[in-house]
């Protein structure tokens, strides 16, 4: 009566290839783009008429890279400094007692290419290889909620952040935009000043390198002062 | 790999009791009150603890009433007049791949009494005994998108209809919303200006009697002309 199975209807194959760096929320980095493929047998191009006339869709999908059960009634959110307990319900944390999702992005465009149907989604912030459940179109006259009180999560959790760049970071920046089809520079400056560091790090400067998998490089950065940091190098990935 | 299994964390307590008149989207009626209660091992007051800084919540729930397995890539949804054919994933039809639902509701109040825990939720529009998957704050900053098109309902689903009511039907209003603590007129007006009828009766009138279960009591109406109707009465239910 309490139980309830579902299976993926699509799978999404995104530019985080691993879980630091992943925005909080999705829309935060428009230029952090996915690419989702219907699974059979809902991979007809008739399931999804209609939902080019939406700007943005709602994606329900299992956080599948958490192990299931690995929750507690409360979380510390990140955004409190990490120091504070708040209900796993008062959050979107990934560990909660059904690891489910919930996101919005945006639609770019619908493919239908090979027999498959792919969409191609902006301000995304899923993990590659994230399993899907449902697809539904955003409804501006019931999903816009002007009024709303955001709670400890008000204001977005953009920092003021300097994002400076090597001479050879700029150079990879150019030719990944060309490679990838995708304003790297941009992405980059999006992503970090999201400041991806764990909470008790914020503040530290010096000569910890950080390294995040994105697209097909490996990012690597430095911060030189609390709101100044270095895009050291991309480095390209073959896999 | 593809196949999930979840619980659910709470069950609703409605005032719809069937699925005949429940609005399309939430949001849209206030007055619709429903209970959430947090089932075992989740009914704890830290699970939900800051919750209470948000004004309006995210449910995740099962559409349990609808057969699994009873979906077709295309459906017909009810505002296009039920003739035109859209894609299961361009509407939020109930009869989806994996019937899961998606509802934004106002979080009027959290009780914890006798060992529940209950959430007391505005502008609900899910069926009595719901099953929740999950609970989300709303976060203004990353779920409200003021530049998103709204496809094939851009608009509100509200119709310009003239709501009266016999004498026996306001007296009947006054008592319930006494007996209820909820405004029921205010409720009845909301909710049948969205027009529950199918499609194929649109702009029909005449002698035809309406019937919801709604709260606890029966509620009839009928059209007296294409925008204009009467309350002609609300029946009491004991059960």
């Not at 994230?130 to 539904?136: A, V």
């Not at 920092?159 to 150079?171: C, I, L, N, T």
Request: net charge neutral; proline share 6%; aromatic share 10%.
């Amino acid at each position: 009566m309490n139980n309830f199975s579902f299976s993926s209807i699509a799978v999404v194959s995104s530019c985080y290839k691993e879980k630091f760096s992943i925005p909080r929320q999705s829309g935060l980095v428009s230029e952090a783009i996915a690419e989702l493929t219907l699974l059979k047998p809902y991979a007809e191009l008739e399931a999804v008429r209609g939902l080019e006339g939406f700007s943005h869709i709602w994606l329900t999908f299992v956080f599948n890279a958490i192990p299931q059960g690995d929750w507690k009634p409360t979380v510390r959110p990140p955004r409190l400094g990490g120091n504070k307990r708040l209900g796993v319900f008062a959050t979107r944390s990934t560990h909660r007692p059904n690891p489910i999702g919930l996101s919005v992005v945006k639609l770019l465009e619908i493919r239908s290419e090979k027999g498959e149907i792919k969409l191609i989604l902006g301000g995304c912030d899923l993990l590659d290889g994230t399993p899907i459940l449902d697809i539904k179109p955003y409804l501006p006259y019931a999903d816009m909620i002007p009024d709303a009180s955001g709670g400890f999560a008000s204001e977005k959790p953009f920092k003021k952040m300097e994002v400076q760049f090597s001479d050879s970071a700029k150079e990879a920046c150019i030719s990944a935009s060309q490679r990838l089809n995708v304003d790297i520079k941009l992405f980059i400056e999006q992503l970090l000043c999201l400041d991806p560091r764990p909470a008790y790090q914020l503040g530290q400067f010096g000569e910890r390198v950080y390294v995040a998998y994105v697209y097909d490089f490996d990012l690597r950065w430095r911060y030189l002062e609390t709101e100044r940091l270095e895009v050291i190098d991309l480095s390209f990935r073959e896999e």
